[in-house]
């Protein structure tokens, strides 16, 4: 089970994005997410008339280390670790500070 899923909204703690807010749009692997408008890379590309794409150059949204971001709590407007916890039988995520489940 993930500390940070798809679609959870996240707080950048490094990097030229520190402290950008953005949700999480795809998890590449076990250790890194794509993070809406976080780590934006400009791509050339070749136009293709094939596919009607046309060239020059384009953003391109690149993948951040999951230890570089946290997840964001709304509630303390702050960014906060995450933890787990077995609530009626299922494992739940909860935020280290509060204690209280992480809503999905």
């Known amino acids: 089970m993930n500390k940070i899923r798809k679609n959870d909204e996240v707080i950048v703690l490094t990097g030229k994005d520190k402290g950008k807010r953005g949700q999480v749009q795809q998890c590449v692997d076990a250790n890194y997410v794509v993070?809406?408008?976080v780590n934006?890379?400009?791509k050339a590309t070749k136009p293709n008339p094939m596919t009607?794409?046309?060239g020059g150059i384009v953003d391109k949204v690149m993948p951040i280390h999951v230890?570089?971001?946290a997840l964001f709590n709304a509630a303390?407007?702050?960014a906060d670790r995450v933890g787990f916890k077995v609530v009626?039988?299922?494992k739940v995520r909860v935020y280290k500070s509060t204690g209280e489940?992480?809503?999905a």
């Open 88 to 90: 009626d039988g299922s």
């Open 101 to 103: 489940v992480v809503k």
């Open 52 to 54: 009607g794409a046309v």
């Open 40 to 42: 934006v890379a400009k």
């Open 35 to 37: 993070v809406a408008g």
């Open 67 to 69: 230890s570089n971001v």
């Open 76 to 78: 303390s407007g702050k």
